[in-house]
């Protein structure tokens, strides 16, 4: 046997002190036990395998399991698990009520000095600000009687322009008491993003921030909130959070009014499938599809994420830098349905240092800290030292997410972050607000793979023919419905827009748009979109393997590829790179990236050109984007190309368009000729 055929050993392997311990390996048991599970054997990639097989083949009775595992309490009780399991409509636990916000707000008693507190608070400076769970129970309450007193009715919309503070998770889950609709953007959107996602759901009230600090600077928001309110008539009240100590606007409703008093929450139990939020999509290239997920849906798939894929619970502390114009916000928030501690972090991904996130998982004791890929990638090449300079002692896993983890970011979490340390790498999306594929506890870590498909996901990798694949790429599916796949999309009445979305390819079967491997060893690959899939010759390549290997170099900041098909069949793959500081695109690094590229990949992976670019655009949450640079150089006009609302730089992609249109002039339209 050659040292290629040996199969790899894994990076991290759990302890089987750690294996017992694993709330996963409890629910293990607890359903063999109650719910017809398969007996746990001892060997824990045999049991994860067996487990999550009958959660995909017996649906009602893992999800049953779940419910009773987390205490889940239905006001009233549901007269089935599963009523319908095609794809989409499929209907769970017709006829339950129950609340969202009540499950939140269960967290353990906080009447002793040591108590750990519901909400932790860093600011960029990384001043703390804790809120306990009574303040938390005390405050949602109050401002849950308030929206009453508002005319806020169940179905009813509220909508939060507000950074990554307490007040932004009590918004949240006075409006789920209530059992209204909630939605929010992050308020360094401007008017118009903000608008083309309020306007669908016509909100009654909006809580705006008079500003935020990002970047050592403050960024005043007055302006803007007029425009909002200016662009939503449908607003009956607009509340005023003054983060930066500004005045109410005319007629604004101060947020220390609305929540004052200790005042016990009043839930309205709802049906199970009664929508707990609006999400959108990037709206990078058209209007932003606004994803509605249910109030019980999202409470046991979070449930399920939470407290067994992530191992966390009562005295943990789940600190993920996100902001709330991302799903990972909401999914933050949830970490409270297992008693765990949110920490909110509003600040700089990198400021005032590039380790300022592992300071904070340090700072607060985070058990979980969960980050981009990208600010992984980012310290490897600053020079951080994570283990070495804090005490991350209380950290048993760093998660990454946003896009795919290259290998070399696990190698260097495992060296620079602590050997001991689990590595989850997930995968999912903001269409159903988890993870499709992602850690477990119990489970070892392979360089370059998400561990496993989670609990109640029938993943599959899948050919254009629906046939599975093993150990090759294909589209990521799922196969059976997840309870918090999307109720339906707002203001798409006949479900077209949902249908066509997920369900027009393999029809009955979502597909997600992701290209992935599932391996022979139950782990999966994620290669990126495979609406922006790299196709030479028939031979399809995922995007994310040419960035792991090109951003190796240091030389290179970040880089983006695209293949356009041309107008006569040919077919142009340029790859455009943003260069470090001092370095140049001459033609010994052309030949580095190409020699590292021949070598970590393969010759048909050589692109055509190699292109110096400013930098790469984003959307709002840290994706490439791709596609819209894509149709650039397919003709498309700017403004039908992309919403630049949407995007983090839009300069960036003015650039491009210019860059393209100059291509377009000087070829006749036959791009690198």
């Given at each position: 046997?050659?040292?290629?055929?040996?199969a790899?050993?894994?990076?991290?392997?759990?302890?089987?002190?750690?294996?017992?311990?694993?709330?996963?390996?409890?629910?293990?048991?607890?359903?063999?036990?109650?719910?017809?599970?398969?007996?746990?054997?001892?060997d824990?990639?045999?049991?994860?395998?067996?487990?999550?097989?009958?959660?995909?083949?017996?649906?009602?009775?893992?999800?049953?399991?779940?419910?009773?595992?987390?205490?889940?309490?239905?006001?009233?009780?549901?007269?089935?698990?599963?009523?319908?399991?095609?794809?989409?409509?499929?209907?769970?636990?017709?006829?339950?009520?129950?609340?969202y916000?009540?499950?939140?707000?269960?967290?353990?008693?906080?009447?002793?000095?040591?108590?750990?507190?519901?909400?932790?608070?860093?600011?960029?400076?990384?001043?703390?600000?804790?809120?306990?769970?009574?303040?938390?129970r005390?405050?949602v309450?109050?401002?849950?009687?308030?929206?009453?007193?508002?005319?806020?009715?169940?179905?009813?919309?509220?909508?939060?322009?507000?950074?990554?503070?307490?007040?932004?998770?009590?918004?949240?889950?006075?409006?789920?008491?209530?059992?209204?609709?909630?939605?929010?953007?992050?308020?360094?959107?401007?008017?118009?993003?903000?608008?083309?996602?309020?306007?669908?759901?016509?909100?009654?009230?909006?809580?705006?921030?008079?500003?935020?600090?990002?970047?050592g600077?403050?960024?005043?928001?007055?302006?803007?909130?007029?425009?909002?309110?200016?662009?939503?008539?449908?607003?009956?009240?607009?509340?005023?959070?003054?983060?930066?100590?500004?005045?109410?606007?005319?007629?604004?409703?101060?947020?220390?009014?609305?929540?004052?008093?200790?005042?016990?929450?009043?839930?309205?139990?709802?049906?199970?499938?009664?929508?707990?939020?609006?999400?959108?999509?990037?709206?990078?290239?058209?209007?932003?599809?606004?994803?509605?997920?249910?109030?019980?849906?999202?409470?046991?798939?979070?449930?399920k994420?939470?407290?067994?894929?992530?191992?966390?619970?009562?005295?943990?502390?789940?600190?993920?830098?996100?902001?709330?114009?991302?799903?990972?916000?909401?999914?933050?928030?949830?970490?409270?349905?297992?008693?765990?501690?949110a920490?909110?972090?509003?600040?700089?991904?990198?400021?005032?240092?590039?380790?300022?996130?592992?300071?904070?998982?340090?700072?607060?004791?985070?058990?979980?800290?969960?980050?981009?890929?990208?600010?992984?990638?980012?310290?490897?090449?600053?020079?951080?030292?994570?283990?070495?300079?804090?005490?991350?002692?209380?950290?048993?896993?760093?998660?990454?997410?946003?896009?795919?983890?290259?290998?070399?970011?696990?190698?260097?979490?495992?060296?620079?972050?602590?050997?001991?340390?689990?590595?989850?790498?997930?995968?999912?999306?903001?269409?159903?607000?988890?993870?499709?594929?992602?850690?477990?506890?119990?489970?070892?870590?392979?360089?370059?793979?998400?561990?496993?498909?989670?609990?109640g996901?029938?993943?599959?990798?899948?050919?254009?023919?629906?046939?599975?694949?093993?150990d090759?790429?294909?589209?990521?599916?799922v196969?059976?419905?997840?309870?918090?796949?999307?109720v339906?999309?707002?203001?798409?009445?006949?479900?077209?827009?949902?249908?066509?979305?997920?369900?027009?390819?393999?029809?009955?079967?979502?597909?997600?748009?992701?290209?992935?491997?599932?391996?022979?060893?139950?782990?999966?690959?994620?290669?990126?979109?495979?609406?922006?899939?790299?196709?030479?010759?028939?031979?399809?390549?995922?995007?994310?393997d040419?960035?792991e290997?090109?951003?190796?170099?240091?030389?290179?900041?970040?880089?983006?590829?695209?293949?356009?098909?041309?107008?006569?069949?040919?077919?142009?793959?340029?790859?455009?790179?943003?260069?470090?500081?001092?370095?140049?695109?001459?033609?010994?690094?052309?030949?580095?990236?190409?020699?590292?590229?021949?070598?970590?990949?393969?010759?048909?992976?050589?692109?055509?050109?190699?292109?110096?670019?400013?930098?790469?655009?984003?959307?709002r949450?840290?994706?490439?984007?791709?596609?819209?640079?894509?149709?650039?150089?397919?003709?498309?006009?700017?403004?039908?190309?992309?919403?630049?609302?949407?995007?983090?730089?839009?300069?960036?992609?003015?650039?491009?368009?210019?860059?393209?249109?100059?291509?377009?002039?000087v070829?006749?339209?036959?791009?690198?000729?």
């Amino acid at each position: 046997m050659t040292t290629e055929d040996r199969a790899p050993e894994p990076l991290w392997r759990p302890s089987p002190e750690r294996v017992a311990a694993a709330r996963i390996s409890r629910f293990h048991a607890r359903a063999a036990e109650d719910h017809g599970a398969p007996p746990p054997t001892g060997d824990p990639g045999t049991d994860y395998a067996a487990l999550h097989r009958w959660s995909v083949t017996d649906l009602e009775a893992f999800w049953r399991a779940v419910t009773a595992f987390f205490d889940v309490r239905f006001a009233t009780e549901p007269s089935a698990v599963l009523q319908d399991p095609r794809m989409p409509g499929a209907r769970w636990f017709p006829g339950a009520t129950l609340n969202y916000a009540e499950h939140a707000l269960r967290g353990p008693a906080d009447g002793r000095d040591d108590a750990p507190p519901a909400l932790l608070a860093l600011d960029e400076e990384l001043n703390e600000r804790a809120v306990g769970w009574r303040e938390l129970r005390h405050a949602v309450g109050a401002l849950a009687a308030s929206l009453r007193e508002l005319g806020v009715r169940p179905g009813d919309r509220v909508c939060g322009y507000l950074p990554n503070v307490p007040e932004a998770v009590v918004a949240l889950l006075a409006s789920a008491a209530v059992g209204a609709v909630w939605t929010s953007c992050a308020p360094d959107f401007a008017a118009r993003s903000v608008l083309d996602r309020f306007q669908q759901v016509e909100p009654v009230v909006l809580f705006a921030v008079d500003g935020y600090r990002f970047g050592g600077r403050e960024h005043r928001r007055a302006e803007t909130v007029a425009e909002l309110r200016a662009g939503l008539p449908s607003l009956r009240a607009v509340v005023h959070v003054p983060l930066l100590g500004e005045a109410p606007p005319e007629s604004a409703l101060g947020w220390d009014e609305l929540t004052a008093g200790e005042v016990e929450p009043v839930f309205e139990r709802v049906p199970f499938d009664h929508p707990l939020w609006v999400l959108y999509s990037s709206g990078t290239t058209g209007l932003p599809k606004a994803i509605v997920q249910s109030q019980g849906g999202i409470l046991l798939e979070h449930l399920k994420q939470v407290g067994l894929h992530l191992d966390l619970g009562p005295g943990d502390r789940l600190y993920w830098y996100t902001s709330t114009g991302w799903m990972m916000w909401n999914f933050l928030a949830s970490s409270l349905l297992t008693g765990t501690t949110a920490v909110l972090h509003d600040g700089a991904p990198a400021q005032p240092t590039a380790d300022v996130q592992w300071r904070v998982a340090a700072r607060v004791g985070a058990t979980v800290f969960g980050t981009s890929a990208a600010y992984v990638t980012a310290c490897a090449k600053k020079d951080v030292h994570p283990a070495r300079d804090l005490d991350l002692s209380a950290t048993r896993c760093v998660a990454t997410t946003g896009s795919p983890l290259p290998p070399d970011g696990f190698r260097w979490l495992h060296e620079e972050a602590g050997e001991d340390l689990w590595i989850a790498s997930v995968s999912g999306g903001t269409d159903v607000c988890s993870c499709f594929a992602g850690g477990v506890p119990t489970l070892p870590v392979y360089v370059g793979e998400l561990q496993a498909p989670c609990l109640g996901t029938d993943l599959a990798a899948w050919d254009p023919h629906g046939t599975p694949l093993i150990d090759e790429v294909g589209e990521l599916v799922v196969g059976t419905p997840m309870p918090s796949m999307p109720v339906g999309f707002w203001n798409d009445p006949d479900g077209a827009r949902y249908r066509e979305s997920y369900f027009e390819t393999y029809p009955g079967v979502w597909r997600h748009g992701d290209w992935i491997t599932h391996t022979s060893r139950g782990g999966v690959v994620i290669h990126g979109r495979s609406d922006s899939t790299l196709n030479r010759q028939g031979v399809r390549m995922g995007s994310a393997d040419i960035y792991e290997a090109v951003e190796l170099l240091p030389e290179i900041a970040e880089s983006l590829v695209i293949g356009v098909e041309r107008p006569d069949g040919g077919y142009w793959m340029p790859l455009f790179v943003a260069l470090a500081d001092g370095a140049v695109l001459d033609g010994a690094l052309r030949e580095r990236i190409a020699a590292t590229i021949r070598e970590r990949l393969s010759p048909r992976h050589l692109p055509d050109e190699i292109l110096e670019i400013p930098g790469v655009p984003h959307t709002r949450t840290g994706k490439r984007l791709e596609v819209p640079v894509k149709r650039l150089f397919q003709g498309v006009a700017l403004e039908r190309a992309a919403n630049l609302g949407a995007v983090d730089d839009p300069e960036l992609l003015r650039f491009f368009a210019r860059l393209a249109h100059e291509r377009a002039t000087v070829s006749d339209g036959r791009y690198g000729e």
